[in-house]
C-alpha cells in the first residue's frame, strides 16, 4: 500500500494508540459533538428564550452524548474499565467536570468581560476539548 494511503488508513480506519491519531480523530468528534453543542445552545437561546447558561448545560449534555458515542468505537479503542456502564459513568464524571469549566468559563466570558456568549462558547470549547481529551486518554482509555 503507498504511503499516502496508508497513512489516511491509520488516521481514519485501523486501530491506533498513537496520541497523535487520537487526537486527529477526537478533533473530528469534537467537531461533530461541538456542531450539536453549538447549535443546540443557539437555538434553546435564541428561539426559546432559555437563559444562555441553562441552554449551555442542556447543549453541553447533548454533545456528550454524541461525542460518547463516537468515541467509544472510533477514536480510543479499549477502555480500562471492563464494564460499559462504568466506561459510561466515568466518561460522564469528565464530562460534567468539562461542563463545569464550559459554564465556568461562559460565565466570566460574557458576564464579567461582555462577550457575547456564542464567542464565549467558541473560546470555553477550544480548552474543554482540551480538557475533555487529556482526561479521557489518561484515566479511561489504555490506547
Same mark, same amino acid.
Not at 456568549?117 to 482526561?135: D, E, Q, T
Given at each position: 500500500?503507498?504511503?499516502?494511503?496508508?497513512?489516511?488508513?491509520?488516521?481514519?480506519?485501523?486501530?491506533?494508540?498513537?496520541?497523535?491519531?487520537?487526537?486527529?480523530?477526537?478533533?473530528?468528534?469534537?467537531?461533530?459533538?461541538?456542531?450539536?453543542?453549538?447549535?443546540? =445552545?443557539?437555538?434553546?437561546?435564541?428561539? $426559546? !428564550?432559555?437563559?444562555? @447558561?441553562? %441552554?449551555? /448545560? #442542556?447543549? &453541553?449534555?447533548?454533545?456528550?452524548?454524541?461525542?460518547? =458515542?463516537?468515541?467509544?468505537?472510533?477514536? $480510543? !479503542?479499549?477502555?480500562? @474499565?471492563? %464494564?460499559? /456502564? #462504568?466506561? &459510561?459513568?466515568?466518561?460522564?464524571?469528565?464530562?460534567?467536570?468539562?461542563?463545569?469549566?464550559?459554564?465556568?468559563?461562559?460565565?466570566?466570558?460574557?458576564?464579567?468581560?461582555?462577550?457575547?456568549?456564542?464567542?464565549?462558547?467558541?473560546?470555553?470549547?477550544?480548552?474543554?476539548?482540551?480538557?475533555?481529551?487529556?482526561?479521557?486518554?489518561?484515566?479511561?482509555?489504555?490506547?
Amino acid at each position: 500500500m503507498p504511503m499516502g494511503k496508508r497513512l489516511i488508513y491509520r488516521l481514519l480506519v485501523s486501530d491506533t494508540d498513537s496520541w497523535f491519531f487520537q487526537m486527529f480523530r477526537y478533533a473530528i468528534v469534537g467537531g461533530a459533538s461541538f456542531a450539536v453543542d453549538y447549535g443546540l =445552545l443557539y437555538i434553546l437561546t435564541e428561539f $426559546f !428564550g432559555v437563559y444562555y @447558561l441553562l %441552554s449551555a /448545560t #442542556a447543549s &453541553f449534555t447533548a454533545g456528550l452524548l454524541v461525542n460518547y =458515542l463516537i468515541s467509544i468505537r472510533w477514536v $480510543f !479503542g479499549q477502555s480500562k @474499565l471492563t %464494564s460499559r /456502564t #462504568a466506561e &459510561f459513568v466515568v466518561y460522564g464524571i469528565i464530562g460534567v467536570a468539562g461542563l463545569l469549566l464550559n459554564n465556568l468559563l461562559l460565565y466570566l466570558f460574557t458576564d464579567h468581560l461582555h462577550l457575547h456568549y456564542m464567542l464565549s462558547k467558541l473560546i470555553a470549547a477550544a480548552i474543554v476539548l482540551a480538557w475533555n481529551f487529556a482526561g479521557r486518554k489518561i484515566i479511561l482509555f489504555r490506547h
